[in-house]
């Protein structure tokens, strides 16, 4: 193999990367405002199940949120924390999931520039999500370079930590594969298997809508029910919620299709018999949509609860929130070098 060729540089051989092979979970989010239902049901659920079974970290990605942010930075440095603390009010812990932060690891900012060499700006150009948050973000021609390149610094943060697993909504998806294609083209160059390719791992509802049901619940456009939303918040936005706008009187039939009431109490009613008796109700007619907002509002009432209590505890010591995510950055810091190394002497720089 061509790493024989550089044996006192070459700790890395395929062997023993294949011993130390373990499916591996990476994923994160952009502190670009506290975590929503979406993020609860696309992604965070998921990840407290899987932090007993897999080795997982989890990315606080600032230097994402700075990609749109760059004339707001306060906007991403004082969400840092708050989305720390909405990991652990959810069950993340940190005993079991590495959570870190992405500008204190200066391996992930080494890989990206690494990687945007084997990235054309036209690949880049084709991205949907890219293009549809270029759309709503309204640059105009000022399309921050960062944003426009995201995609790469993503394909760093899963491949330094050997993410092979990545719980994500399905917008995320051109990610992934973007991050495929940078791995497949990085092990031709070093013509063995130094990154491994990662699949997606989507949720029951890897698209959380709106209230309005107009678009994804997203911190930007600022549609969201929080995940510490108190009592009056929750009951607003339920009230506030697209029904079926043809269903005007409690007999008429309604549908259940494309309305957010019904997509939720599908995310959010553990009771599957339960939701689909009321879809059956509903089409018939003679179910009113107070009496669905009603239900569903007991029932987000209760699954945030919770949440808001052990939220409102944890965000309150601020020392232990720096100390996780401080041991955690020192850690990711040291397994990213490690892929670096391998990324680096592929490209023939490691001569020191
Ligand atoms: P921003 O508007 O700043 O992009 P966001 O609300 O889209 O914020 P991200 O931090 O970009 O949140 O996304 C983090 C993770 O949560 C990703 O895996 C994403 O797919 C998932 N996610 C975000 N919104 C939803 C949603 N509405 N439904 C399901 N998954 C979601
Ligand atoms: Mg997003």
Redesign the pocket.
Known sequence: SNTSNHSNTAFFTKNTFQESYQEKIL????P??QL?L??F???LQQRVVLQESHQQTILI?DLQ?LTDNGHNPHKVSTNILNVLADYLAVGIDPSKTTISLQSAIPALSELTMYYSNLVSVARLQRNPTVKNEIATKSFGLSIPAGFLTYPISQAADITAFNGTLVP?????LPMIEQTNEIVRKLNRIAKEDILLECRPLLSH????PSTDGKS??????GNCILLDASEKDISQAVKSMYTDPNHLKVDDPGRVEGNVVFTYLEAFCSDVAYVETLKSQYRRGGLGDGAIKKILEDCLQEVIKPIRERRHLFASDKAQLIDIIREGSDKSQTEASAVLHRVKHAFGLTLF
Request: proline fraction near 3%; aromatic fraction near 0%; charge should be positive.
């Open positions: 994923t994160g989010d952009r670009t405002g929503h979406g993020h049901v696309g992604s990605a949120g994500v909504g399905d917008d995320q509802v890897p698209r959380l994804k619940m997203s911190k930007s456009l």
